[in-house]
């Protein structure tokens, strides 16, 4: 089994209203394994609240970031529009599409990281810690990935063979982009324990 970053929306700010974010279903946005990419830290990262698991329900640690939808979304907009990269294609314009189909402004983003955090040996609290740190200074990450994502002068064999599809998309893959779906591994269908 992979183990997985979560993305879901629900209408309700879980800090504001835990119970009803735990009765009502957490709708599925997107899933990525073995990492916390940058895309859905863009989405959480204005105005960020560390919060408990909903997943990861006899952990105490705040390890699960929440966030209203709308000031990610536009963020994450402002960002993709700034990549420079061959591969992009349609990938933002799909992502935002996607994004604003399955959203409302007011809605919360939930960031569940339980899965990721535990292939480390350093404490829940700590990576918790850490994430949030990241999010408060994404800005530096946003201008570095633009900067790899750039285009570069092909090499040699660059020019001799053509790079695939796939291969080309692999940068801005690894930032998060394509893997959007409401159909995750685990989903919050339901009431959640107290």
Known sequence: MANRTYLYTTPF???EDPAAARVHRLAGISEWSYAIPLVPRILVS???RARQSMIWDETPDLIAVTARCGPGIARLDGFLGRIDHPGLGTMA?????????????DHHFVLEC?????MDDEPFA??????????ADIDTEMEAALVRLAPAKPNFWQRVFTPSQESSEEPLRELGLGYWSDTLYIELDGPRQA
């Open 93 to 105: 314009e799909d992502a935002l599409r996607f994004l604003r189909s399955h959203t409302e402004p």
């Open 13 to 15: 700010c879980p800090q």
């Open 46 to 48: 204005v105005d960020p």
């Open 126 to 135: 700590d990576q918790g810690r850490t994430l949030m740190a990241g999010l």
């Open 114 to 118: 339980g899965e990721v955090f535990d």
